[in-house]
């Protein structure tokens, strides 16, 4: 199935999905919660999570590269905060086939997103399995602590946090000198994490 095709498909199948099991209280709750002007269809983590499983599992052979591309700039693309979830669920569960060259369109999901729930998984969990361990890309990783953005120097710091957490990772990409602005202060979120890994 072409890569445009399975995305449009994607699309109306979560959206027909959440649609199905819409709770307008909690969607006003987990708008509230969030302080974000995206909408929502009121459904949990876990049936989110469920949804994009059952998707994964139905499409096999077609979540190649560029159908999880598009898919994830079409849910993107749209102000409902349970599609840009579902999104990132998808490429995660589907991580294993994305390579460097992906990073380019996940960081500008990170822009699109201004969101600290989206940038983190998207940071730590499919950014994070590229960069791997000891982390690729050093030279983008410190451009992106210099970025303008916000929530890309978030991704700077975040992208290796599995990696610190579990006493892996090069703590240097992440030392206060290489950061700027209020990237700073998760710098030492790091660090403490660091530190609390058992040797």
């Not at 699309?11 to 929502?40: G, I, N, P, V, W």
């Not at 993107?76 to 999104?87: E, G, P, V």
Request: aromatic share 8%.
């Amino acid at each position: 199935m072409a890569a445009k095709s399975i995305a449009i498909e994607a699309e109306r199948h979560f959206h027909a999905q959440f649609r199905e099991a819409e709770d307008a209280d909690s969607a006003r709750a987990q708008q509230a919660y969030m302080k974000t002007a995206l909408r929502f269809h009121g459904v949990d983590a876990r049936a989110l999570k469920a949804a994009a499983a059952s998707f994964v599992k139905a499409h096999p052979e077609d979540l190649d590269r560029a159908a999880l591309r598009a898919i994830a700039e079409r849910m993107f693309a749209t102000d409902w905060f349970d599609l840009r979830s579902t999104a990132i669920i998808v490429l995660d569960r589907r991580r294993k086939v994305l390579t460097v060259e992906d990073l380019p369109w996940l960081i500008e999901l990170v822009r699109i997103a201004c969101c600290w729930a989206h940038v983190d998984y998207l940071s730590t969990k499919v950014i994070g399995s590229i960069i791997g361990d000891p982390p690729r890309e050093v030279a983008r990783i410190r451009a992106w602590a210099k970025d303008p953005e916000l929530w890309v120097r978030r991704t700077a710091l975040l992208c290796q946090h599995d990696q610190l957490n579990a006493g892996g990772g090069d703590f240097e990409l992440c030392s206060p000198r290489r950061c700027s602005g209020s990237a700073r202060r998760s710098a030492g979120c790091c660090a403490r994490s660091r530190r609390s890994v058992p040797r």
